[in-house]
C-alpha cells in the first residue's frame, strides 16, 4: 500500500505516510481506513509525510472530491511534507483544493519545520 496512518493520541496527531506510486484509489482506501480507525478523532491534526512518494497518478478533480470528504474537522491543522517539485506541487494543489472545505493545510520541504508549526497552539477538542 502506498499510505498508512499511525495515531499518536498523547500529541493529538495523526501521521500518515506515504510511499512508491500514489494513486487516487490509494488515497481513497486511506482515507476509508482513517475513518474506520477506533483511535482516530477528527480533532486531531495530522503530518503527511511524502518524501517516500516516487510518482502521483491523482488527477485534480480526484483530489478535490478527496480534499472535500475530509475526515478531519474544518480548522485542524494538516502538515505536509514534500522534498521532491513533484510531491510538494501535489502537496500544495492539494491544500489550495481544501481551502473552500475550511481545512488548513500548509505545505512544508523540512519535516522539522513542519512538526514545530503543527505543535503550535493548542489542538481543538
Given at each position: 500500500m502506498?499510505?498508512?496512518?499511525?495515531?499518536?493520541?498523547?500529541?493529538?496527531?495523526?501521521?500518515t505516510?506515504?510511499?512508491?506510486?500514489?494513486?487516487?484509489e490509494?488515497?481513497?482506501?486511506?482515507?476509508?481506513?482513517?475513518?474506520?480507525?477506533?483511535?482516530?478523532?477528527?480533532?486531531?491534526?495530522?503530518?503527511?509525510?511524502?518524501?517516500?512518494?516516487?510518482?502521483?497518478?491523482?488527477?485534480?478533480?480526484?483530489m478535490?472530491?478527496?480534499?472535500?470528504?475530509?475526515?478531519?474537522t474544518?480548522?485542524?491543522?494538516?502538515?505536509?511534507?514534500?522534498?521532491?517539485?513533484?510531491?510538494?506541487?501535489?502537496?500544495?494543489?492539494?491544500?489550495?483544493?481544501?481551502?473552500?472545505?475550511?481545512?488548513?493545510?500548509?505545505?512544508?520541504?523540512?519535516?522539522?519545520?513542519?512538526?514545530?508549526?503543527?505543535?503550535?497552539?493548542?489542538?481543538?477538542?
Amino acid at each position: 500500500m502506498a499510505l498508512s496512518h499511525a495515531i499518536d493520541a498523547s500529541r493529538r496527531l495523526v501521521i500518515t505516510r506515504a510511499s512508491g506510486r500514489l494513486t487516487e484509489e490509494d488515497m481513497r482506501f486511506a482515507q476509508g481506513m482513517l475513518h474506520g480507525d477506533p483511535g482516530f478523532r477528527p480533532t486531531y491534526r495530522q503530518l503527511v509525510d511524502l518524501r517516500g512518494v516516487d510518482s502521483v497518478f491523482v488527477s485534480v478533480p480526484a483530489m478535490a472530491r478527496i480534499a472535500a470528504a475530509s475526515a478531519f474537522t474544518p480548522g485542524v491543522r494538516r502538515a505536509f511534507v514534500g522534498t521532491s517539485e513533484e510531491q510538494y506541487d501535489m502537496a500544495r494543489v492539494f491544500a489550495t483544493l481544501s481551502e473552500p472545505h475550511h481545512q488548513i493545510v500548509h505545505v512544508f520541504r523540512e519535516l522539522t519545520i513542519a512538526e514545530a508549526w503543527l505543535m503550535e497552539g493548542r489542538a481543538p477538542d
